[in-house]
């Protein structure tokens, strides 16, 4: 599955999801960005499902 991250310059949550995926070995993608659908960044969407920040993100990663 692919992971899209989105994320904005000088986040130290998005830093932080993004070595969550690498330490993970995730396959995925940046966009420097924020999602329109979510407050805050990073937003983190799992092939097409939502999964959430760096918090949901976490979660969703224990259970992988």
């Not at 407050?39 to 976490?58: D, Q």
């Amino acid at each position: 599955m692919k992971y899209t991250i989105y994320s904005l310059d000088n986040c130290p949550w998005c830093d932080r999801a993004k070595a969550l995926a690498e330490l993970l070995k995730l396959d995925y993608e940046e966009i420097r960005e924020k999602h329109s659908d979510w407050p805050t960044v990073p937003y983190v969407v799992g092939g097409s499902k939502p999964i959430g920040g760096f918090t949901e993100f976490a979660a969703y990663c224990r259970k992988l």
